[in-house]
């Protein structure tokens, strides 16, 4: 099942599996979102809770006691609830069940909120800690942009003007070693040779945003305000590019002894409420 939304700009097209966005196009039928071609990549933009990126061994503890979290957490997996809807947007719910808490112990309620203003997709995340303990988590967006056309055509263009410096993976864990990436004038060239070792991987970054160019025209640009994480991803002759914004990251080589201690993992007080949004803006 699918939600669209719309103003006088552009529409976007929800699926309630995974409150996924699966399409934003423009008034000229231009469209923004990877089309999901599983011969490359089979998803478009999923929520990536309660975890984000990969766990070793695909395992967790939480007071020695072991679960078990595939990449990425399973929000992406299950069916989400349209909980309210206008012309312009659409809000999501995700309550924990008796089959989520068997792989994460913990009663929670999250929610997306997709709205349009302008040129803008704004994606809201709400999380919700149900429990009269604290609640560790991770959660972060995946958006894949379509860059149809030659690969290298396209650049980033960043906020601020720093040297980069991302983390190499190692089956999907974070190791010891980083890489510096300088930019030129802010912005960074595109080549499938920078993914050849997955995704980079960013714990800090000065930038709060970053553009897409096409040669020197402005496509799209993801603002992540909130986020102190990022990923970008593609895979090998993939036509498209995810700008991540991410809460937490991969398990480093080594693990952790207790979840609740993971790098970059978010600690929700009991009966708190944790919010954060980005947007999409197009040109």
């Known amino acids: 099942m699918t939600t669209t939304i719309s103003n006088s700009i552009l529409k976007a097209q929800i699926k309630h599996l995974g409150a996924e966005l699966i399409s934003l196009k423009s008034n000229q039928n231009k469209e923004?979102?990877?089309?999901?071609?599983?011969?490359?990549?089979?998803?478009?933009?999923?929520?990536?809770?309660?975890?984000?990126?990969?766990?070793?061994?695909n395992i967790y503890l939480i007071n020695g006691k072991q679960y078990q979290l595939n990449r990425h957490g399973f929000a992406r997996e299950m069916e989400f609830e349209l909980?309210?809807?206008?012309?312009?947007?659409?809000r999501f719910s995700l309550i924990s069940t008796k089959e989520t808490k068997k792989m994460y112990p913990f009663d929670f309620e999250l929610q997306i909120c997709y709205s349009?203003?302008?040129?803008?997709?704004?994606?809201?995340?709400?999380?919700?800690?149900?429990?009269?303990?604290?609640?560790?988590?991770?959660?972060?967006?995946?958006?894949?942009?379509?860059?149809?056309?030659?690969?290298?055509?396209?650049r980033l263009e960043f906020q601020q003007d720093e040297i980069l410096n991302y983390y190499l993976l190692e089956g999907g864990l974070i190791s010891n070693n980083s890489v510096e990436l300088p930019l030129n004038n802010r912005q960074l060239g595109l080549k499938y040779q920078l993914f050849e070792n997955d995704a980079l991987v960013f714990k800090t970054l000065k930038s709060n945003s970053i553009t897409i160019l096409e040669k020197a025209n402005p496509i799209v640009k993801v603002n992540f305000n909130e986020f102190p994480n990022l990923g970008i991803w593609t895979v090998q002759n993939g036509p498209f590019l995810c700008v991540e914004p991410w809460f937490g990251y991969s398990d480093t080589l080594t693990g952790y002894d207790d979840f609740s201690k993971k790098e970059g993992i978010r600690l929700l007080r009991k009966r708190e409420t944790f919010e954060s949004n980005y947007n999409l803006e197009v040109f």
């Open 32 to 57: 923004y979102i990877w089309e999901g071609n599983p011969t490359f990549w089979g998803k478009h933009s999923p929520i990536l809770f309660p975890i984000v990126g990969t766990l070793k061994n």
């Open 116 to 154: 349009l203003k302008g040129n803008k997709l704004n994606i809201d995340f709400k999380v919700e800690n149900k429990n009269e303990i604290t609640m560790p988590f991770s959660i972060g967006a995946h958006p894949a942009l379509a860059l149809p056309g030659n690969f290298e055509n396209y």
């Open 83 to 90: 909980i309210q809807k206008t012309p312009e947007s659409a």
